[in-house]
């Protein structure tokens, strides 16, 4: 299936089924605006509490911030200097595109992090011209991606935040007295973050509105070269995709050791690269063929890091690897920026070590969109009779369909037994219109593992017949033994 297809068929299938579709459809939606349907929010909702249960470790805590912060937040995180994306203007039909994806589609190079005038040159030197009128091109220049609004009556300047960290790094130093005075600790968000993109594309990929769910740890600097799981990852392999092996276009593969001996990486950070792997591969299933973290170069980084690499993810319907989440090494840049702007100390005193610090941040990012639609992507599946979502159970947005056979000779009555039983502890739904077979294709398509089908035996000895979704192979189970089967 090329990847237009696939785009096409997963984007039908969500917006019929309810996965996600255009916000204000009826007045025509707006480009990089979502609303997440029944199922969609279902299938977050569980992406967000398994981030949570496997990312949360002991003083790690949730807070939930604000979307609105006061213009001097971001003056002092650099946001406003610095959040930018290079926007070109076709000086016909006036339509704007970035000029980075301009040149990627159309030169098949990497162009993120090019300087404006490195941009200006490479449409200059290939003649590049408007994609959708083959007009010529104005020259690229820096747009900030910021949405500003007013608070009260107009005098007061604020904006949307571009992201989730800020409130953590405003909140560090209450929290820092509330939780006993001790490094390290975390403070995770997931929450709104807003980005005015030029011209969102690819779907539910790329949104102007989207949900992060983000985990900043906190720690003395000093400790950074410290973990106290190594001897447990240590031979732990990473799958890498290095700065230097581009034009092999090959990741491989490189034990926890020797990404700290040859790579030079703190061995905090690469415990971090291991927790975010693991994520992957344990709790959510990927195959280790559509993973690697991603080195990105100088030019590349965003503005605070020191370290930034990216878990990219393969997606077919999106022509290959695409960032869903990263791991940023953002020193003490955003609290010694904030210290100095809002004039309040935030160094603190670790009475264990008899020191003062300002401390250094780990920052685990989330997409938690992209990684929604990662998952719809790799788990799709077409086949000569159906098509489907292979969802690992954990993230299924349903678990289990029930099925009477048909509406007639007390099945139903039977089949809402049934339901009443589970739904107390397993997501489930309930259908008896249409044929059986097309009630098992309407759940294969939403990503259901298991169909229960109530019928006449059912009535005589208390079993039903439970249907698994990838293989369709089937099982008389007591209904008794239901749950525990299920579980």
């Not at 807070?63 to 290079?86: K, T, Y």
């Not at 393969?314 to 990263?326: N, Q, Y």
């Not at 089949?415 to 107390?424: E, G, P």
């Not at 097309?438 to 208390?462: F, Q």
Request: hydrophobic share 35%.
């Amino acid at each position: 299936m090329d990847k237009i297809d696939k785009l096409k068929e997963i984007t039908t299938i969500a917006e019929r089924r309810g996965f996600f579709f255009p916000t204000a459809e009826i007045y025509g939606g707006k480009a990089g605006f979502y609303t997440y349907g029944h199922l969609g929010k279902l299938m977050k909702n569980k992406f967000e509490n398994l981030w949570r249960d496997y990312f949360l470790e002991d003083d790690f805590y949730e807070i939930e911030g604000n979307a609105i912060l006061p213009e001097q937040v971001f003056r002092a995180s650099g946001h406003l200097e610095n959040f930018n994306d290079p926007l070109t203007e076709c000086q016909k039909c006036k339509f704007r595109f970035r000029a980075d994806q301009l040149i990627e589609d159309a030169l098949k190079i990497e162009a993120e992090g090019l300087k404006i005038d490195e941009i200006n040159k490479l449409i200059e030197k290939h003649k590049l011209k408007c994609p959708k009128c083959g007009s010529q091109l104005g020259k690229a220049e820096s747009f900030n991606m910021m949405f500003p609004i007013q608070i009260g009556q107009g005098k007061e300047l604020a904006y949307l935040s571009p992201e989730t960290a800020q409130n953590p790094y405003l909140s560090f130093k209450r929290e820092f007295e509330a939780l006993r005075r001790k490094l390290p600790f975390g403070l995770a968000m997931i929450g709104k973050a807003y980005r005015n993109e030029i011209s969102p594309r690819q779907s539910f990929y790329r949104l102007r509105e989207f949900t992060q769910a983000e985990l900043q740890v906190f720690f003395d600097s000093a400790d950074v070269d410290k973990c106290e799981e190594w001897n447990k990852i240590a031979k732990y392999k990473l799958i890498v995709f290095l700065e230097k092996d581009r034009k092999k276009g090959k990741a491989k593969e490189i034990t926890c050791d020797d990404a700290n001996k040859k790579l030079k990486l703190p061995k905090l950070y690469i415990y971090y690269m291991y927790k975010m792997q693991s994520f992957y591969f344990d709790i959510l299933k990927i195959p280790k063929n559509k993973f690697r973290f991603y080195e990105l170069s100088k030019e590349e980084k965003s503005f605070y890091n020191k370290l930034h690499w990216d878990v990219q993810l393969d997606l077919e319907a999106l022509g290959g690897f695409k960032e869903i989440s990263g791991l940023h090494y953002r020193t003490d840049h955003d609290l010694s920026l904030h210290e100095k702007h809002s004039k309040e100390q935030l160094s603190v005193y670790l009475e264990e070590k008899k020191k003062k610090v300002l401390p250094h941040v780990i920052e685990l990012s989330f997409g938690v969109d992209r990684n929604i639609f990662a998952l719809l992507d790799i788990f799709f599946k077409k086949e000569k009779e159906r098509d489907l979502f292979e969802f690992p159970n954990s993230i299924a947005p349903i678990t289990v369909g029930i099925f009477p056979l048909v509406k007639k000779d007390k099945l139903p009555e039977k089949a809402q037994q049934v339901y009443r039983i589970l739904k107390k502890n397993i997501s489930c739904f309930y259908d008896e219109d249409g044929s059986i077979g097309r009630r098992y294709r309407r759940v294969d398509e939403i990503g259901v593992p298991y169909a229960i089908t109530i019928d006449y035996i059912s009535l005589k000895d208390n079993t039903i017949t439970i249907r698994e979704r990838d293989s369709m192979k089937q099982k008389r189970v007591n209904i008794s033994e239901l749950t525990k089967f299920l579980n």
